[in-house]
């Protein structure tokens, strides 16, 4: 039976469960899968999800410095192509307007891609419109196979816009996990309704309900326990959450616990210590699901205060946001990008503006306080989360587009 390619940046990531999921779901529904990634996994851990997935993945070189001799053999077989001449002129195109290594980088990959790609894969599938599907593009072009993608967040804000373009008309169709992307996506392209809203949702198994005795810390005795799931990023803005719990009330007992991995990680801690937070913080690093699942479920509030970043990057629709809701757990969050689609500010959680410090330290104080607005806004919250957002109507979607190019 012939494979769908899945084309990612890295795999297995401990960030992008969705992915994981996504695959796991289209195998359990026939679909057979090759993962192809741009390099090795990095992280500490991987998920239990990860350990479920049966495709082999094709790992390719991340740096044309790590296999010479395998770019050099790949290329020296695109040469002789038919497809060769079509092919180069698309990169030659981008590489006009991107002058650079990395572009080059992705011509090598997307050779290594189309040389070693195995006869039973029939179709492309890219998650990510930046580096992922210029490799995936490439690939696509020099074996001749029609190609597809998935679009999220970074890679369609920070992307220069000429370079989705082409993209967007080259691809024979996109899906996108928000309503805003869908909306940005099609105003880009030529042929609109090849892009799709599909929400990647979420398999609630595993994540337990509601508890069913009511939340009962206010902040008088034992700590309000505030938990937040995500990369030490800008978009994530954690720097803003350490200055808001700066500003609360000093009657106000609580201690927040940070996972994840990323950039900032130690330039938050630095902040931490600056503000003399350190002893009500701790930050455990990346983490396995298995144990966000437990940390969430022992927690009283979840706050993910996400915003614009410089270069534009924003949230789609965290996942982590999706997991804490079907568990009860109230949360705090940001009206940026997507996060209403999924967070009615006073009914289902609590929505500030981003990049305000003192709204945020507002929102807390009153949600540290009132452990019955917590419990109220929790099991609203549980209840819509697994009513509208559960995972399989996407991928039965993906699936039945997959199977007619299968």
């Not at 996972?259 to 983490?287: C, F, H, M, N, P």
Request: with cysteine.
């Amino acid at each position: 039976m012939s494979r769908i390619a899945v084309v990612v940046k890295g795999y297995p990531r401990l960030s992008e469960t969705f992915i994981a999921q996504e695959i796991l779901g289209l195998e359990r529904r026939g679909i057979p899968i090759l993962i192809v990634a741009l390099r090795k996994p990095y992280d500490p851990f991987i998920h239990e999800l990860h350990r479920q997935i049966s495709a082999e993945v094709l790992y390719l070189p991340e740096y044309v410095k790590d296999d010479p001799a395998r770019v050099a053999r790949a290329k020296r077989w695109a040469e002789q192509q038919p497809t060769y001449a079509d092919a180069k002129a698309l990169f030659d195109a981008d590489y006009a307007k991107e002058h650079n290594a990395g572009r080059q980088r992705r011509w090598a990959q997307g050779c290594v891609f189309a040389h070693e790609l195995p006869e039973d894969v029939t179709w492309i599938h890219t998650h990510y419109l930046h580096t992922p599907c210029s490799v995936a593009r490439y690939a696509a072009h020099l074996s001749g196979k029609g190609w597809s993608f998935s679009a999220h967040a970074k890679d369609i804000w920070t992307s220069a816009e000429w370079d989705l373009r082409t993209k967007l008309d080259d691809a024979a169709w996109g899906v996108t996990c928000t309503g805003v992307n869908v909306d940005h996506l099609r105003g880009l392209s030529a042929n609109p309704d090849k892009v799709e809203l599909v929400y990647h949702g979420l398999d609630f198994t595993g994540f337990p309900e509601p508890k069913a005795e009511p939340a009962e810390r206010d902040g008088t005795g034992d700590p309000v326990r505030i938990v937040s799931v995500g990369r030490a990023v800008e978009k994530k803005g954690y720097d803003d959450l350490l200055k808001a719990l700066t500003l609360l009330p000093s009657s106000l007992n609580w201690h927040f616990t940070h996972i994840g991995g990323g950039e900032l990680s130690d330039e938050l801690k630095v902040l931490a210590d600056r503000y003399g937070l350190s002893d009500r913080i701790t930050w455990r690093g990346a983490q396995p699901r298995e144990e966000v699942i437990k940390s969430c479920s022992e927690s009283d509030l979840f706050v993910l205060p996400s915003k614009l970043a410089k270069s534009g990057d924003r949230d789609g629709l965290p996942n982590v946001l999706m997991e804490a809701q079907s568990m009860g757990l109230c949360c705090l969050s940001t009206s940026v990008s997507a996060i209403p689609e999924l967070i009615r500010n006073g009914e289902t959680g609590v929505l500030v503006p981003p990049a305000d410090a003192e709204a945020l330290a507002g929102a807390l104080a009153d949600l540290i306080a009132q452990p019955q607005s917590r419990d109220r806004l929790g099991r609203a919250a549980s209840a819509h989360v697994r009513s509208t957002f559960a995972s399989a109507p996407g991928l039965d979607r993906l699936a039945d587009k997959f199977r007619k190019v299968l």
